[in-house]
């Protein structure tokens, strides 16, 4: 059985930093892309960025180049998501999601991150 | 980009056909999947590539995909369907997913 367990909610005050995890299993970590979805309070679905563990290859929405890095490591089967200096504005739900081959559907979501942000 | 419009609510009664759309230029040339979220959960793939239901999926779910629309249709609409739905397809240009911005489905 496919799942993807990310890590608790987390408040942090602004200027800190970061780190929230997604925890795969059930299938081969490698051969996946998988991405992040944000989702502010009442609002809709917005795609970040996306990485292959295989070779780490990482790709971004403009919107959010250079403000959160994704990583992975392969040897937890465990995708990463990170904020160097967190804003207030960063206060939302955190979803990963894995893309299906050939369809490109997202066909797999972790249960999500609540991250709340106080200045 | 690819810009993708959804209604932002539907009403529906029990027990009636409720049709969900997703409009985008020649959005019949692509693949539509679509994802349901109820309150407080994450979401949840309900047709992938336009029509396909992934297993464990009911068939009062499904899809259809022609010209500028894409419509997600859900038969025999029940009180647990009441939830928002996403359309989505992967941009080919920025090699990103889009999605639509949701369609509030209440059930009467």
């Known amino acids: 059985e496919v799942q993807l367990v990310q890590s608790g909610a987390e408040v942090k005050e602004a200027g800190e930093s970061l780190t929230i995890s997604c925890q795969a299993s059930?299938?081969?970590?490698?051969?996946?892309?998988l991405g992040w979805v944000r989702q502010m309070p009442g609002k809709g679905l917005e795609w970040m960025g996306i990485?292959?563990?295989?070779?780490?290859?990482?790709r971004y929405t403009p919107s959010f180049q250079g403000q959160v890095t994704i990583s992975v490591d392969k040897s937890i089967a465990t995708a990463y998501l990170h904020w160097s200096s967190l804003r207030a504005s960063d206060s939302a739900m955190y979803y990963c999601?894995?893309?299906?081959?050939?369809?490109?559907?997202?066909?797999?979501w972790g249960q999500g991150t609540q991250v709340t942000i106080y200045s | 980009s690819f810009v993708l419009t959804q209604a932002p609510s539907v009403s529906v009664a029990p027990g009636e056909t409720a049709k969900i759309t997703c409009g985008g230029d020649?959005?019949?040339?692509?693949?539509v999947h679509w994802y349901q979220q109820r309150p407080g959960q994450a979401p949840v793939l309900v047709v992938q590539d336009s029509r396909d239901r992934p297993s464990g999926i009911p068939d009062r779910f499904s899809g259809s995909n022609s010209g500028n629309m894409a419509t997600l249709t859900i038969s025999r609409v029940e009180a647990g369907d009441e939830a928002h739905y996403y359309c989505?397809?992967?941009?080919?240009?920025?090699?990103?997913?889009?999605f639509g911005g949701g369609t509030k489905l209440s059930v009467l």
């Open positions: 020649n959005i019949g040339r692509e693949g």
């Open positions: 990485v292959y563990p295989a070779d780490s290859d990482t």
């Open positions: 999601a894995r893309r299906r081959p050939l369809l490109d559907s997202l066909d797999f």
């Open positions: 059930g299938y081969q970590f490698n051969r996946y892309w």
């Open positions: 989505q397809v992967w941009d080919a240009s920025s090699d990103h997913p889009v």
